[in-house]
Each structure stands twice: as C-alpha cells, then as structure tokens.
C-alpha cells in the first residue's frame, strides 16, 4: 500500500462518502470476480445485513443458514430482523437444504458459508426452482479459496475485508451481484435512499436506507490490493 496514494486521498478532501476510489475498487472487483454489479460498503456484516433487505428479508421471516458456517453467518438473519434455522453438519448440500425446505415451507432466503457449501451449483438450481433467493459469504477470500465467481449461482456473494482477509482493509464489505434490480434496491438502501445518478432520496421498499458507504480510505487500500494482485 502506497503512502502517495493515502495522501492523494487526504488531498482530495473526499474521505467518507462515493467518491473515486470507491467507484474503482468496485468496478476492479466485480471484474475480477466475473460479476456484473459491485456494491463497496463499511464492514462485511453490513453487506450482509443490505442484502438480506434487498431481498425482502424482514422482522419475522426465516432464513436457513449451515450449522457449521461462521458465527457472522449463523446470526445474519438477526441482522434484518429474522429467525435462522440451520442445517446441515461439517457440510451442507442439496440433500439438507431440500429436507429443512420440506420440515420449513416459509423460509424466505437461504444464507451459506462458500466454506462449508458441498453441491453448490445443485443447490442453486433447488432454490431457484422454489423461488428461494440465496446469499453466498466467501468471507475474505478475495484471491483464495472459494470466493470467485460465485455470483452465477446466488442473488448475492459476499466478500469482507477484515483481519485476516486475502486484501486487509481495517474493515469494509461487498456486496457482488449480476442482477441489475438488486443492485439498484441495495445501492438506495446502502447510500441513504438515493438511487444511483439520482440526488432526491426516495423510499426502497418502504424503507429508507442508510450512510453504510465504505471510506475513500478503505477503498483505496482495497483497490491497491487487487491492481497489485493482477501485476503478479
């Protein structure tokens, strides 16, 4: 991480709402990704939280969610105001998310850990063919692991860059997505209720949303982590 680039930003006087590097970084992510849509918010927890909303997930719903995934993706459901029902056990697949569908026909999204999801793409025709949206959470693996090109298989993918994350940012989250609509209800309810290009704020399914946009700080180093990484 370049200090010159922390200093252009201190310059630049844009240091906590959308600004350049914000815009950078996502459009560097979604590529590397190979999604359409790139949201850059303040934490991964938050990105959670926007895309439960976005999907409609509120006080009361049920959300299924892998017994063995991690803690953040256990309790997400809570974020929105909804219950978690989980399944599973070191892995969960079609098998478990089809019988806990069966004993639970009101869940109204399905939240897994990229870690510990076995028959990914089976599952994703499931709940496809029940109208069921999902969340995928590839937690920081950015670069690693199971995080790429997820978003062919869910509404939502996942990313955070906290500690221990392939690109350390302090905190910050994304929310990666190839459904235009999606993007759009999640950028209002992430940039407090306006729409992309639009100065008015305007109401996102009843709710307005809120200042959970990411630092130029943050998206700088993010933006700086993934321009290395295609150097090498």
Not at 34 to 62: F, R, T
Not at 166 to 193: M, S
Request: charged fraction near 20%; include cysteine.
């Amino acid at each position: 991480m370049s200090l010159e680039l922390l200093k252009e930003v201190l310059h630049s006087g844009i240091w906590g709402t959308i600004g350049p590097y914000s815009q950078k970084a996502a459009e560097a992510l979604a590529s590397h990704m190979g999604a359409k849509h790139c949201l850059m918010l303040y934490s991964g927890s938050m990105a959670l939280e926007i895309a439960l909303c976005a999907l409609g997930v509120c006080q009361g719903d049920v959300v299924l969610v892998p017994a063995s995934a991690e803690k953040i993706v256990r309790l997400s459901p809570n974020l929105a105001g909804a219950k978690p029902i989980e399944c599973g056990g070191e892995k969960t697949g079609p098998t478990d998310i089809k019988a806990a569908l069966v004993a639970e026909p009101l869940i109204k999204c399905v939240v897994l850990d990229a870690n510990v999801v076995s028959g990914l793409e089976e599952t994703s025709r499931l709940l496809s063919s029940r109208g069921v949206p999902l969340i995928i959470w590839a937690g920081g693996q950015v670069f690693s692991g199971a995080g790429r090109t997820l978003t062919k298989f869910c509404d939502f993918a996942v990313y955070t860059f906290s500690e221990g994350s392939d690109i350390y940012a302090g905190c910050g989250g994304a929310l990666l997505t190839d459904e235009p609509r999606l993007f759009h209800i999640a950028y209002a309810l992430h940039n407090c209720g306006r729409t992309l290009g639009e100065e008015a704020s305007v109401f996102v399914d009843k709710a307005v949303g809120g200042n959970l946009r990411i630092t130029e700080w943050q998206a700088a180093i993010i933006y700086s982590g993934l321009k290395n990484q295609s150097k090498e």
